[in-house]
């Protein structure tokens, strides 16, 4: 296990590149089952996620190779094992994203079922019954998804709720169906427009990607691709954060603005100034920050992902505000940690009413998940005293090199392995 000592008192001050991102690396791995032969990935972060899924593709039979860090290089031969085990998908829930890419290809697949989580019940219903109406039969028993299908069969598709990773999943096994898919009420997040660009590049035929109406025309075969990963808008959001807790200016490079517009407003409403630089934006913070009421929803509105990042602030920031969260129920449970450090938080369901304070209070506190993990270490940035973030195994999950970055732009911060 590892953990993250923060000590207070500088502000931040100098330049930080973006990582590639996790949400759209992870199923560029997985689009690599879709073909034989070898695709190469660049801009890979170096991240436990990123691990755990190539631990899943190796052991479907699937080479893993680098020639520099960031470059994964990945080789899927003709035969593969169509089996994601319990232990590897209990480690990281977007394992499911296997499960479209194995029916296109193997025509079959036994995914073990993702468990409910720190959010709280994370169901996968919106995957099975998309992939169910391109032709896929489903049985689950002993904990495991069977899925099997002869080819699958294109058809207009009408999403529940625009899900990320069913989007990902449906959209996989569309371009290899027979035929049109249409998905309806799909997720609009860059990392799908990431996704559909790879896929592109292997000969998939997709429009609309990035917007709620996904037309794919089936084709029969495609082939290896290489594709460089967008960056990290949430680990842009965190180093956002980071200024607007420690104070200073600080210059974020890789970030795309057009797909951080609403945490941009937020973020300026609360006093945060935010000016367009060459190649990303440059973060001022002069003095406190304001209170402004935030609620999460579905791309393009303010991602869950940014939420504890923003309670943080605002457990700091003059005056009260209500943060609302639309996403997933059970995402509040960092709060008690941030309560411990002195922040005046109220949760009742799926809102929290924050009344600013003047300072947190270093505290030894546990990271839950990789974005509470992260959030409670820039908390540590606007306390009085050093913070301890146990648990920092999860933030590993989804950052690379954290620590190093932040200390690189002015924070008192060090890893600690135990
Ligand atoms: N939902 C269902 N049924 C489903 C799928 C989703 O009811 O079959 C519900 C969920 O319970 C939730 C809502 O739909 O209430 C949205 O969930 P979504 O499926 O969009 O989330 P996800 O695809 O499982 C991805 C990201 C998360 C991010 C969410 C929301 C990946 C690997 N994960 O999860 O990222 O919070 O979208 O934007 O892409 C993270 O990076 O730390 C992280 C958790």
């Known amino acids: 296990m590892s953990k993250f000592i923060i000590k207070p008192g500088n502000s931040l001050k100098g330049s930080v590149e973006l990582q590639g991102a996790k949400n759209s690396a992870l199923k560029l791995m997985a689009a690599c ?14 991240i436990t996620d990123v691990e755990i899924m190539s631990d899943l593709l190796e052991s479907m039979g699937i080479s893993m190779t680098t020639n520099a860090p960031g470059h994964l290089g990945i080789d899927t031969p003709a035969h593969i094992t169509p ?5 590897l998908v209990e480690k990281m829930r977007a394992s499911v994203v296997v499960l479209g890419p194995l029916l296109a290809t193997q025509g079959r697949a036994r995914v073990s079922l993702p468990g409910g989580d720190d959010f709280g ?6 995957h099975i019954r998309a992939l169910s109406e391109l032709g896929a039969d489903f049985q689950t028993s002993h904990g495991y998804i069977e899925a099997s299908c002869k080819r699958l069969v294109g058809k207009r598709i009408v999403l529940d709720f625009p899900s990320h990773t069913a989007t990902d999943n449906v959209l996989m096994a569309a ?9 309806e009420n799909a997720a609009r997040e860059p990392e799908i427009q990431d996704l559909a660009d790879f896929l592109i590049k292997m000969g998939a035929k997709i429009d609309g990607a990035g917007t709620s109406r996904i037309v794919v025309q089936g084709v029969d075969t495609l082939r290896p691709a290489s594709h460089s990963v967008i960056r990290d808008r949430v680990e842009a959001a965190t180093f956002i954060a980071a200024a607007g807790l420690a104070g200073g200016e600080i210059e974020i490079c890789g970030v795309r603005r057009e797909y951080m517009d609403m945490l941009l407003e937020k973020v300026s409403q609360m006093g945060l100034v935010v000016e367009s630089i060459e190649n990303g934006i440059r973060v001022v913070s002069n003095g406190r920050l304001r209170s402004v009421d935030v609620a999460t929803l579905p791309y393009p509105g303010v991602a869950t992902d940014y939420k504890p990042l923003i309670v943080t602030m605002l457990s700091v920031a003059d005056g009260a505000a209500i943060v609302s ?13 941030l309560r411990r450090m002195g922040a005046d938080i109220r949760t009742q369901g799926h809102h929290a009413l924050i009344r600013g304070v003047d300072k947190l209070s270093g505290a030894q506190v546990r990271a839950s998940d990789i974005r509470a993990g992260a959030a409670l270490v820039v908390a540590g940035l606007a306390a009085d005293s050093a913070t301890t973030v146990l648990g920092g195994d999860h933030i590993d999950r989804g950052y690379e090199k954290f620590a190093q970055k932040l200390s690189f732009i002015g924070a008192d911060i060090e890893r600690v392995e135990e």
Do not use: M, W
């Open 33 to 46: 089952i879709l073909v034989r032969g070898k695709s190469d990935l660049y801009d890979v972060p170096q």
């Open 121 to 126: 019940h994370r169901p996968i219903d919106i």
């Open 325 to 337: 969260e639309n996403l997933f129920a059970g995402r509040f449970r960092y709060v008690d940690e």
């Open 175 to 183: 371009v290899l169906a027979k035929g049109e898919t249409v998905i």
């Open 83 to 87: 089996y994601a085990p319990y232990e």
